[in-house]
């Protein structure tokens, strides 16, 4: 009886305590700073990871590990040399470089290998806008460069990315939530990722072989706009 007595103190004190842990709890939190705001770069960054993460990973595989998992999915390895431009220039016969595409059940991903010649990322933009567009941000991630334009429609907004084709950098892009053809953006060949649900964002893929630098054009504009829109992207006149 005496021993039961004892428990029933000691829930009580336990009781007692986690109520006053609570509550000393509860108070000093009325008292805890607030967060601090989040960067408008880190907002962007979360909300294009959000809508598509693949296009934000760049994979840094060591080449037998990428081996391994190339002949384990079958994967189809494109190793592309520039015939018409390696024949009349010199410079871009010591700058071959080499693309890896891999087709998985939900994505393409496009992985860079090799070195450009001493070749810089550059400033690069649009210069055919649509109607009431305008560059809104550019942001240098160092690896990658990403150029924003809007209109004041934030669902409609047009983003470039840009990379070099070097060893590291690359491309993930959704195939399960878009249908994938060949275009040509003016003389050279590109992906088209038409979005099949509605609200869908559609993107151009294409790569700059004498330029050193792969582009990815992403918009909820339709596909033949954004490949005009393709075809106007050259670097940024001084």
Not at 80 to 105: D, I, K, L, Q
Not at 121 to 147: A, F, H
Not at 154 to 173: A, V
Request: hydrophobic share 40%; with cysteine.
């Amino acid at each position: 009886m005496k021993e039961d007595q004892n428990t029933n103190e000691l829930r009580q004190i336990r009781r007692a305590l986690l109520q006053a842990a609570k509550e000393d709890y509860l108070e000093t939190l009325k008292d805890a700073p607030e967060a601090p705001p989040f960067s408008k770069n880190h907002r962007r960054w979360e909300r294009r990871f959000l809508k598509d993460p693949f296009s934000l990973r760049t994979p840094h595989r060591p080449l037998w590990q990428r081996g391994l998992l190339i002949a384990a999915c079958f994967v189809f390895v494109t190793s592309v040399v520039f015939g018409s431009v390696m024949v009349g220039s010199p410079t871009a016969r010591a700058a071959v470089v080499r693309w890896f595409t891999a087709e998985y059940s939900n994505h393409i991903a496009y992985d860079f290998n090799g070195r450009v010649s001493g070749t810089e990322l550059g400033d690069w933009e649009i210069t055919k806008l649509p109607e009431n567009y305008r560059q809104s941000e550019r942001i240098n991630l160092e690896s990658m460069v990403c150029v924003l334009y809007d209109n004041g429609d934030t669902d409609m907004e047009i983003e470039l990315n840009y990379q070099l084709l070097s060893e590291g950098n690359g491309f993930n892009l959704d195939n399960e939530w878009h249908t994938v053809s060949n275009v040509q953006i003016g003389e050279k060949t590109g992906q088209l990722f038409a979005a099949t649900e509605e609200g869908g964002s559609n993107m151009v893929f294409w790569v700059d072989a004498a330029a050193e630098h792969a582009f990815l054009l992403t918009s909820r504009l339709p596909c033949d706009v954004l490949l005009e829109l393709a075809k106007s992207v050259a670097p940024v006149e001084n």
